[in-house]
């Protein structure tokens, strides 16, 4: 069982910056896959980032540049640093991780960016 515990979401201008926390019970160096999904109201779970066991990173579409993800092995935490933020990024974003068994989901934290 994978524990997941996320921080660091709100309201912010456009232009503007957050960065996003994830915490995970487990060593995230053991893990398949871990980063970050968003849902926007209608929309189906979209990729933002991961990492893979192979030292892979992976952006969803239009956001490399925008976001960078990053980790912290010694803290089991990954970040998702947001930049430029626009409108249209507004969503829940999600913690994802795969422990090469199964996947698990934070709880979501809201995104909203609004003037």
């Known amino acids: 069982q994978v524990h997941l515990v996320e921080s660091g979401g709100g309201l912010v201008q456009p232009g503007g910056s957050l960065r996003l926390s994830c915490a995970a019970s487990k060593n995230i160096f053991e893990f398949l896959r871990m980063g970050w999904y968003r849902q926007a109201p209608g929309k189906q779970r979209d990729l933002v980032a991961s990492?893979?066991?192979?030292?892979?990173?992976l952006y969803g579409d239009t956001l490399l540049g925008r976001f960078n993800i990053s980790r912290d092995n010694a803290t089991n935490t990954v970040y998702l640093q947001m930049d430029s933020l626009r409108p249209e990024d507004t969503a829940i974003y999600y913690c994802?991780?795969?422990?090469?068994?199964?996947?698990?989901w934070g709880q979501g934290t809201q995104v909203t960016v609004s003037s």
């Open positions: 994802y991780v795969h422990d090469w068994i199964r996947e698990y």
């Open positions: 990492f893979t066991s192979g030292g892979t990173t």
